[in-house]
């Protein structure tokens, strides 16, 4: 059952958005769904442009979910996560790769989005034998080689969305949440978790791929949603 459930998951992010032309701002936010708003900025940007960018364009969206005609305030939390006092309702998180940006929202429900490359350079063996749970670090070392890395990637957004979804930092422990991958390296399920963080069974996650070679993952702990996604106008 669990893994029929993440098998829907993994799909559930493109019923809305992938293919479609991009739109200037998504429609009006329902209290029982998500959006995913993906970015591709233009032109060969540096780093902190691509953060000011994508910080731009999370204000602009506050603004749009909100109504509000000044613009908010952003505060963080213990962790750093940014939240808006204004707005308590609303939950957001953000994750940029590259010229990608990635942008979730919420009403009622904290969730947590992350994004990599995934041609993105890692040492796989390395890092998940370091960071990882023992039984994820050998699900990826019997992996055919050439699947090895955007099966690490893939994995790594699941976990860092559960993460940002607690509000919590890496430090809090890469190998406290525990997935089960299939032999091509696809996330399954979330199959143990600390227990602080409540049940494997009260947690939601959705794979994304907003665009060729990003990996990505949504997640939250609540009732299922629907998942909507969009294509941002360049900005």
Known sequence: MAEERAASDRG???QEGAGMPPC???PALAGDEIHLCHLALQGALAPHEVRARAHAVLMALLGHYTGAASPLRLAHGPHGKPYAPQAPDLHFNLSHAGCH???GFARGQPLGVDIEWRERRVQVRELARRFFA???AEALEGLAAHRQRSAFLHLWTHKEAVLKALGVGLSFGLDR?????DDCGAVT???AIDPDCGAV???QLHAVRPAPGVEGALAWRGPPRRVRLFALASR
């Open 177 to 181: 949440l525990e997935f089960a991958l």
């Open 201 to 203: 069974a009260e947690w």
């Open 189 to 191: 399920a979330l199959t």
């Open 134 to 136: 023992a039984g994820e």
């Open 24 to 26: 200037p701002l998504p």
């Open 12 to 14: 559930a992010a493109w």
């Open 101 to 103: 940006v990635l942008l």
